[in-house]
């Protein structure tokens, strides 16, 4: 199983780089898993988009409907109650986003990879997850 963030998760809805490695990892055979806040966060950068006026609402819409179908059929949800805690202490240790932080207890907590496309998480959580990774096709500086 391995642990996307709501970074990699993004790119299968919005062209940004790295989008054809994050399509890869969905086409992959591998088990997907994330925290179930990653729900709110990917569907939140489409609509910013939708609000930014660089994607229309029948577009946006329909980029939010393909998210909850990948969600049903492709993504394990984990509930936050059993990762909030850990979440926090790491947020606090690294210094670092408590939402991000989520990743890496779900990570820690199932014994998983995590395989992030922002560089400040993979820098920061090296240093308590030894098997996070950066997406491919991001510049790692």
């Known amino acids: 199983m391995i ?11 919005l062209p940004e780089a790295g989008e054809q ?12 898993a994330a925290p179930e806040t ?19 609402e029948t577009d946006a819409r329909s980029r ?3 998210w909850q179908s990948l969600i049903d059929n492709r993504l394990h949800l984990l509930p936050v109650e059993g ?10 240790q690294l210094k670092h986003g408590l ?9 820690g907590n199932i014994g998983a990879g995590l395989i992030t496309a922002d560089r400040t998480l ?7 997850h030894d098997r996070i990774q950066l997406l491919a096709g991001i510049d790692p500086h």
Do not use: H, N
């Open 38 to 56: 990653i729900r709110i966060e990917v569907a939140g950068a489409v609509i910013k988009r939708y609000r930014t006026g660089t994607m229309d």
């Open 83 to 92: 990762l909030f805690d850990k979440a926090m202490g790491l947020a606090f």
């Open 3 to 13: 642990v996307v963030d709501a970074s990699v998760a993004a790119k299968w809805l």
């Open 99 to 107: 939402p991000d932080c989520l990743y890496l207890a779900a990570a």
């Open 122 to 128: 993979f820098e920061r959580g090296k240093a308590v």
């Open 64 to 66: 939010c409907e393909f």
């Open 21 to 32: 490695e994050a399509q890869a990892l969905l086409d992959g055979e591998e088990r997907l």
